[in-house]
């Protein structure tokens, strides 16, 4: 830059100052007038308003109308605070300025400072939002008479004010007729039902309402039903319900309800089509064709009870038994068609009942309570006597009584072996059943051959099969039979028929023989076992060795004749000649007793004797 | 044509924005210095008229950052200066009270006092980018064109006429006064007019030639003008300049207080 600007020179400075200057002053004398845009209007008002009569009077009084802006007043409250019609009519519904106005669009539709004779209202009039008090002009668009409507056609003294005869003078001429009959029949307040919409004017349709017109009631005029209605509320609150405008023709006193098009319709009354399934009680078999007046006596339509007995008490064969509920077994057709089926009753029918009339079971007609026990009608039947009870059912078929199911197994004495094939009187004897014993000897007692020796349970040892099936274990006795005893004959031991009680002992059956020689009392196991009498062992005390000269324990080497001597000679070294030889030789004259001298079997030991020796 | 086409283009907007303003006007009467359209003048064309004070002083001086040619924004200049004051003058939708009054009045007077400024200011000689010549470039621009004028053939018919205007006038500084200044117009204007009318009865060649040596004759006879005119020239721009800056100014803080005064009681309180 090489000089500052222009304005920026002392010249120009001073002048902005300058100008400044003067504008503040000058603002400040005129109240800030001369930001006025335009002169206030001049035009006088019909009174005075806030102490004046034309705006102009505040030409210098700016903030009278623009409140500063701390103020918090908005400069239609300033309009308001001197113009309160107008504040009154944004405080009801209705109104000239009620609906859209408010403090803050006042400038939307009114100006100022255009000049002392410049209108105060800038909107066209003919934009006016009339819908928003309550009215529209929709209707309204074309006069009666031709023309577009004007404000004072409708407003002739005040914009503000409205009078009904205005509607009357145009619509008289339009259609005197109609207009005459709804002045008559719902009054002069046009404005309480018509909104200028047309919504119930020439193009009102009620058959776009929930309540179309149909059947007679296309003919009706509209106070027929709206009368008295004088308000759209009221329009649209008229009842729908039938009787509300059909009680007096309601032949049946109200008895069936409100609901008239539940058989009626719109058309006429006679030729009503009753559903009568919606009564809750179809009509079927002999109902649909039977008169009405036959179940609805003295045209009673309501209140009739729709249990069977309700009308057919009097035709009740089972006296009541079955309450009302007839068709539970009989068709609605006819009586005769019945369709009780006895299988879902608590008693259904099997084998011969099935073929057995009704009455026999049910005698006299009794069908509630008859027993379902088998001897309530068979108690003649029982050949048990009552043994078992009344369930005849556990033993026999419902088929016949021979077809029995009774299963002797299930009993407490199942039946096996020669039991299987014996007739049951061989038990049963004089048809008791209930209470027969059942231990063996109440029916075998004359087959016991143990005379009652082993009790009444024959069972321990045979076999149901016959006698001769003995199932008894020997060796689970006190005796177990081994060896050679498991081979003799009972009666070896149990001679004449004895049995319980027998000696173990072995010599309860055997003596002792002869070789014995009492020597080795009664305890033969000692040495024999049951299997033979020999070879036998002994385990006693025996001096001499057993296995001498290779006796091998053959003890009748050395006890040819008897345990209680013995023989040495039995051996062929032993010859008595030679024996006696030698011992003379050594000069031992006895040697009678070897042992004595030969305890060991040696010839030269053992023996305590004096004769020396050796063999 | 071209030298004046921010003229034309201004012409052109006014064109534009009269014919806008008009049929508002017809549709909804004259749009109201409050209204949308009334506004947007108003603000459109201050903004037009700060650039107008603003802009080409400021490019005049950033000698150092130059941006852009000194010529366009000269015709910027123009441009902005008729076309930012005629939208101020439709934004007062023809009323002219209290302050705003003022302001339209200053306007006016602005752009009068502008008109008369570029007047002087075209009599002080400067090269394409605004620099002012000094009297010795101007002697030798016209000894250049004096040996132009020699070498040119003169028209059969137009020679004792050429002759007659191209007669040298006083070339010392301050041998002129005001009246040379603001008389060079119209005597252009005549100038222009005999050059025509002799050119008339002439074949297409000669008027050419004609008017080339009348267009030599007349950038001497304006060079000699303006030697001669230089000094008065120059006090009388310097005095335009204490004049215009001043009421520029006022103007400037009028239209403030003004813009301030309505968007506070027209926009602020509501």
Redesign the interface.
Same mark, same amino acid.
């Given at each position: 830059m090489t000089r500052p600007l222009g304005c920026l020179s002392g010249a120009g400075l001073l002048a902005g100052v300058l100008a400044a200057v003067i504008i503040a002053v000058v603002g400040a004398a005129g109240s800030n007038a001369m930001f006025s845009p335009g002169d206030l209007n001049a035009t006088p008002g019909q009174a005075q308003v806030g102490g004046i009569s034309t705006h102009s009077d505040l030409s210098h009084q700016c903030d009278q109308c623009h409140a500063a802006f701390w103020d918090g007043d908005r400069m239609g409250d300033r309009c308001l605070a001197c113009h309160q019609e107008v504040a009154a009519e944004l405080a009801v519904v209705s109104g000239f300025h009620s609906g859209f106005a408010e403090p803050g669009n006042c400038r939307d539709c009114h100006t100022e400072h255009g000049g002392p004779e410049a209108a105060l209202t800038l909107a066209e009039i003919s934009n006016y939002p009339h819908d928003r008090t309550g009215f529209s002009l929709r209707a309204h668009a074309p006069m009666a008479v031709g023309g577009a409507f004007r404000c004072m056609d409708c407003h002739p003294s005040q914009l503000r004010e409205f009078s009904p005869v205005s509607c009357l003078g145009c619509h008289d001429e339009l259609e005197s007729g109609y207009t005459q009959k709804h002045l008559a029949d719902f009054g002069r307040e046009c404005l309480g039902c018509h909104d200028g919409v047309d919504h119930y004017g020439a193009a009102f349709d009620h058959q776009t309402l929930a309540f179309r017109l149909l059947g007679g009631h296309q003919g009706l005029g509209c106070s027929a039903c709206h009368r008295g209605a004088l308000t759209v509320l009221a329009l649209q609150t008229a009842p729908t319900r039938c009787l509300a405008c059909h009680a007096k023709d309601d032949v049946h006193a109200g008895r069936l309800g409100q609901e008239c098009d539940t058989c009626h319709t719109p058309q006429t009354w006679t030729d009503a089509t009753l559903d009568h399934q919606l009564t809750g009680f179809q009509l079927e078999g002999s109902h649909a064709t039977a008169d009405c007046l036959g179940c609805h006596v003295d045209r009673r339509w309501s209140g009739i009870p729709t249990d069977c007995l309700g009308c057919h008490k009097g035709q009740d064969p089972h006296a009541g038994q079955f309450a009302a509920d007839c068709d539970a077994c009989h068709a609605p057709t006819q009586w005769s068609e019945i369709h009780f089926d006895h299988q879902t009753s608590s008693y259904p029918l099997a084998g011969a009942h099935l073929q057995a009339a009704c009455d026999s079971c049910h005698a006299r007609g009794r069908y509630v309570g008859t027993p379902t026990s088998c001897l309530s009608c068979h108690a003649s039947d029982d050949e048990h006597n009552g043994q078992f009870g009344q369930d005849c059912s556990s033993c026999h078929r419902p088929t016949r009584w021979s077809e029995v199911t009774f299963d002797h197994n299930r009993s407490a004495f199942p039946l096996v072996g020669a039991h299987l094939d014996i007739a049951c009187d061989s038990c049963h004897a004089g048809g008791r059943y209930v209470g027969t014993p059942t231990s063996c000897v109440n029916c075998h007692a004359s087959d016991d051959k143990h005379n009652g020796q082993f009790g009444r349970d024959c069972s321990a040892c045979h076999r149901a099969t016959r006698w001769s099936d003995v199932t008894f274990d020997h060796n689970r006795s006190g005796f177990p039979l081994t060896g050679a005893h498991r081979s003799v004959g009972c009666a070896n031991c149990h001679a004449g028929g004895s049995f319980s009680g027998m000696p173990t002992a072995c010599s309860a059956c055997h003596s002792e023989p002869q070789i014995h020689q009492g020597v080795f009392g009664q305890d033969c196991a000692a040495c024999h076992s049951t299997s033979a009498w020999l070879p036998a062992s002994w385990n006693g005390p025996h001096t001499f060795p057993m296995n001498h000269g290779d006796a091998g324990g053959q003890c009748s080497t050395c006890h040819p004749s008897g345990y209680s001597e013995y023989t040495c000679y039995g051996c062929h070294k032993h010859d008595p000649a030679e024996i006696e030889k030698k011992h003379q030789e050594k000069g031992i004259p006895d040697f009678s007793d070897c042992t004595s001298c030969h305890a060991t079997g040696k010839e030269d030991g053992g023996g305590g004797g004096n004769n020396g020796g050796g063999d | 044509m071209l030298g004046s086409r921010e003229l034309w283009l201004a012409g052109l907007a006014i064109a534009l924005v009269s014919g806008l303003y008009a049929s508002a006007s017809a549709l909804t009467g004259v749009p109201a210095?409050?209204g949308f359209l009334g506004h947007s003048l108003g603000v459109l064309g201050f903004i037009l008229m700060l650039s107008t #004070?603003?802009l080409y002083? @400021?490019r005049k001086?950033?000698?150092r950052r130059p941006w852009g040619r000194m010529r366009d924004w000269l015709r910027f200049h123009i441009f902005t200066g008729i076309v930012g004051p005629y939208l101020v003058l439709l934004h007062t939708a023809w #009323?002219f009270?209290? @302050?705003?009054g +003022?302001v339209t009045l200053l306007t006016a007077i602005v752009v009068l006092s502008g008109f008369i400024g570029r007047y002087i200011y075209t009599a002080v000689p400067r090269t394409a980018d605004g620099i002012v010549l000094e009297a010795e470039a101007l002697r030798n621009e016209i000894s250049q064109l004096e040996a132009e004028l020699r070498a040119t053939a003169s028209p059969a018919g137009a020679s004792s006429e050429s002759r007659g205007t191209s007669a040298p006038i006083q070339t010392d500084e301050n041998a002129a006064g005001i009246g040379w200044i603001l008389g060079r117009g119209p005597e252009e204007i005549r100038d222009r007019l005999q050059t025509w009318r002799r050119g008339r009865g002439l074949d297409r060649q000669a008027r050419q030639l004609l008017t080339q040596k009348q267009a030599a004759l007349r950038r001497r006879r304006q060079l000699e003008r303006q030697i001669a005119s230089l000094s008065t020239a120059r006090r009388l721009l310097s005095l335009w /300049?204490?004049v215009h800056?001043? @009421?520029?100014?006022?103007l400037? +803080?009028?239209a403030f207080? /003004?813009a301030a005064?309505?968007l506070?009681?027209a926009t602020?309180?509501?």
């Open positions: - | 210095a409050s #004070e603003t002083s @400021l001086r950033a000698i #009323e009270n209290g @302050l705003a +003022v /300049h204490s800056i001043p @009421l520029g100014m006022a400037f +803080v009028a207080v /003004h005064g309505a506070y009681y602020l309180l509501r």
